[in-house]
């Protein structure tokens, strides 16, 4: 069998780990369920009658938002196991195993493809009972959308197995994932309009890879103008992975040689 071959096998093995950890601790599943549908009913029924989107009801801005958002997070998943194997020892026994070593951080960010795919599913359908709409979208769009959806949650997973990695413990992991990204979702136009941000943070918040990313959804499905976001955004996730992949593998390598 070729090298390319065990190491697929290795990553679907690895994968196959992960995935069944799940429901041994369903705890896990809040990051990919309660949590992103109490986000969403929190701004479309507490915060959305105070939020102008001219043109649009708020439920249709925001949910290409929120969804980007809780998609990006799902990598939270794999920062905690990879801290928590790397507290238990378990990289050095899988570094004594006759196995790919590219295998244990490629079953790790397939394995978040699988869940994020849940977690769109949940939205989905608690947005569309909020009252969410498709407009000025046909089939290819909206699969596009979420070819793009799950893109960006492959790059968060390569972002968050570094953070894992780095952490001494899956606490600190969580705590430093939170402290980084969860401002950059607000500074964004995942919950309201960049332009009705003050000087500054308008600007900011206009570059920000969140909110080219959520218009690109908007563009997509709801019917925006596209701009340059639609190409733009996945400009951002290919270089997210090209990034963030590589630093990853070199840490794991200094944890592996530990």
């Known amino acids: 069998m070729s090298s390319l071959a065990l190491t697929m096998s290795d990553t679907w093995v690895l994968a196959r780990r992960n995935l069944m950890r799940i429901p041994r601790q369903p705890d896990l599943l809040i ?14 029924y507490v915060f959305g009658g105070a939020i102008a989107t001219p043109g649009f009801d ?14 990006a997070f799902g990598g939270f998943v794999t920062a905690l196991g990879l801290s928590e194997d790397v507290q238990k020892g378990l990289i050095d026994r899988f570094r004594s ?15 978040d493809i699988v869940l994020n795919c849940l977690s769109l599913v949940v939205l989905l359908a608690v947005g569309l009972a909020a009252g969410f709409n498709f407009t000025d979208s046909d089939g290819g769009q909206i699969a596009l959308g979420i070819l793009l959806l799950l893109l960006l949650g492959y790059a968060f997973s390569w972002i968050f197995a570094l953070v894992g990695l780095y ?66 955004a996945f400009v951002w996730c290919f270089v997210l992975v090209a990034v963030f992949a590589p630093l990853a593998v070199k840490r794991y390598r200094q944890v592996a040689a530990k």
């Open 58 to 71: 708020y439920v249709d801005f925001l949910m290409p938002g929120i969804i980007v958002q809780s998609i």
């Open 97 to 111: 195993l006759p196995m790919s070593r590219a295998a244990v951080l490629a079953g790790r960010t397939f394995s």
């Open 167 to 232: 952490s001494s413990t899956p606490e600190t992991a969580n705590s430093i994932g939170f402290t980084l990204i969860l401002p950059l979702t607000f500074a964004s136009s995942v919950f309201v309009p960049a332009n009705t941000m003050p000087d500054g943070l308008r600007q900011f918040a206009e570059v920000n890879p969140f909110t080219t990313v959520s218009d690109a959804l908007r563009s997509l499905w709801i019917g925006t103008p596209a701009n340059t976001d639609v190409w733009m």
């Open 31 to 44: 990051a990919y369920t309660i949590q992103p549908v109490m986000f969403v009913l929190l701004f479309v």
